[in-house]
T-cell receptor
Framework: GDSVTQMEGPVTLSEEAFLTINCTYT??????LFWYVQYPGEGLQLLLK?????DKGSNKGFEATYRKETTSFHLEKGSVQVSDSAVYFC???????????FGTGTSLTVIP | KAGVTQTPRYLIKTRGQQVTLSCSPI?????VSWYQQTPGQGLQFLFE???????NKGNFPGRFSGRQFSNSRSEMNVSTLELGDSALYLC????????????FGPGTRLTVL
């Protein structure tokens, strides 16, 4: 079945460092891919999404490109800030639209 | 526009009891989904309701049930609570299901003693 595999955490970075969180997926057809972020004590917020191959989603300095050839959707940010400290979830929606799968989440801590 | 609201935010119950959680979606959204979040299993899909009908279901036992009202508000019920049901229960709403962006509420933290 469909699934998402996400880089294990936790990840600790210094402010202004480069961030990559790996995400790969298994799915039939052409799923839509998402990154959600969960700040402490809050629900999940959509960070960015891509609905077809080679699409790049971007928001708040974060980017991810839908790579069908490598079945990946890695999250990147060139210069992280302390306020980016949160848990990041990769997710996919199957092309039949009847299921939504999350990765296990990657906790990011950015230190000044 | 008001976001997704969930009530109550915190609940403490004992084994064997039942519990009902409530979710009010964003105005105009017809799809409501429920998820269980635990440290060990991560986020797991429970079910999705659309126009008062359960449209999709995850792999949870029948003790977990839900319903949706004509105003799109949704409730989730867990009967005969077990210790392992302790979790954060998240509700998400969207215009038309998983193809659309899902907007999450803050969750209800359920503790089963």
């Amino acid at each position: 079945g469909d699934s998402v595999t996400q880089m294990e955490g936790p990840v600790t970075l210094s402010e202004e460092a480069f961030l990559t969180i790996n995400c790969t997926y298994t799915a039939t057809g052409y799923p839509s891919l998402f990154w959600y972020v969960q700040y402490p004590g809050e629900g999940l917020q959509l960070l960015l999404k891509a609905t077809k191959a080679d699409d790049k989603g971007s928001n708040k300095g974060f980017e991810a490109t839908y790579r069908k050839e490598t079945t990946s959707f890695h999250l990147e940010k060139g210069s992280v800030q302390v306020s980016d400290s949160a848990v990041y979830f990769c997710a996919l929606s199957g092309n039949t639209g009847n299921q939504f799968y999350f990765g296990t989440g990657t906790s990011l801590t950015v230190i000044p | 526009k008001a976001g997704v609201t969930q009530t109550p935010r915190y609940l403490i119950k004992t084994r064997g009891q039942q519990v009902t959680l409530s979710c009010s979606p964003i105005s105009g959204h017809r799809s409501v989904s429920w998820y269980q979040q635990t440290p060990g299993q991560g986020l797991q899909f429970l079910f999705e309701y659309f126009s008062e009908t359960q449209r999709n279901k995850g792999n949870f036992p029948g003790r977990f049930s839900g319903r949706q009202f004509s105003n799109s508000r949704s409730e989730m019920n867990v009967s005969t609570l077990e210790l392992g049901d302790s979790a954060l229960y998240l509700c998400a709403s969207s215009l038309d299901g998983f193809i659309d962006t899902q907007y999450f509420g803050p969750g209800t933290r359920l503790t089963v003693l």
